[in-house]
């Protein structure tokens, strides 16, 4: 029995060195508002590893705010 179990986590160990890198993406909510948010923009800095998500944020007013967020990878 002991075996079995060994032998079935080598097994599912393999498998998940074959799943590809893009399907263990990691994902960040930058935003929580329930307003309106258009217009969302992303860019990358590979030199500091971080990525800058911008976004308007228009309220009850009916005007629009710009908002930024830095995120680490």
């Given at each position: 029995?002991?075996r079995?179990n ?9 498998l ?6 893009s399907?263990?993406?990691f994902e960040?909510?930058?935003?929580t508002?329930v307003d309106?948010?258009?217009s ?15 976004w308007e ?7 629009a705010d ?8």
């Open positions: 029995m002991r079995a060994i032998l079935f986590l080598v097994v599912i160990l393999f998940c060195l074959l799943l590809p890198v399907s263990q993406a960040v909510q930058v935003a508002s309106s948010e258009p969302p923009a992303a860019a990358y800095d590979p030199e500091n590893h971080q990525y800058i998500v911008v944020q228009v309220g009850d007013s009916g005007t710009g908002w930024a967020r830095m995120v680490n990878d």
